[in-house]
């Protein structure tokens, strides 16, 4: 297994595969999330052999539910299937932890799908609520601590 090779990237690089892995019902155009260019944004990229094949993006963002302090959420999970079960997402997260906490964040959290559950549970995530769908199937409202 290869060291992941972790690196900020630009929103811009994050909808090629936004569009291949989560949304290919969708154009990468229409995939501009709320807050993509906000300046406290953080956009992750996983590379191997130059190539960007994972991606995670965290910004400033109520939690749904709970007045939760500094909440983030992380938007855009995404890792290649060939690369899946190899730390790439693990460390994706690492990396948005690492600048959630710099930005004085204690927060984080997301809408997982459902198929991702055990690796974000792994992570320390929990669920909030129950399953819900959405046009891209069964997700949880998960958080953690930062």
Known sequence: MNTPDIRRIDAAATRPLRHAILRP?????????PGDD???????????????????????????????????QLRGMAVATELRGQGYGRALIAACLAHIAAHGGRTLWCNGRTSALLFYRALGFQPFGGEFVTDTGPHYVLWRGV
């Open 38 to 72: 906000a300046a406290d944004t953080f956009h992750a990229g996983a590379f191997r052999a130059g190539r960007l094949l994972g991606i995670a993006s965290v910004t400033p963002s109520p939690f749904p539910g709970a007045d939760w302090p500094a909440p983030w």
């Open 25 to 33: 019902h969708q154009r990468p155009e229409q995939l501009v999330y």
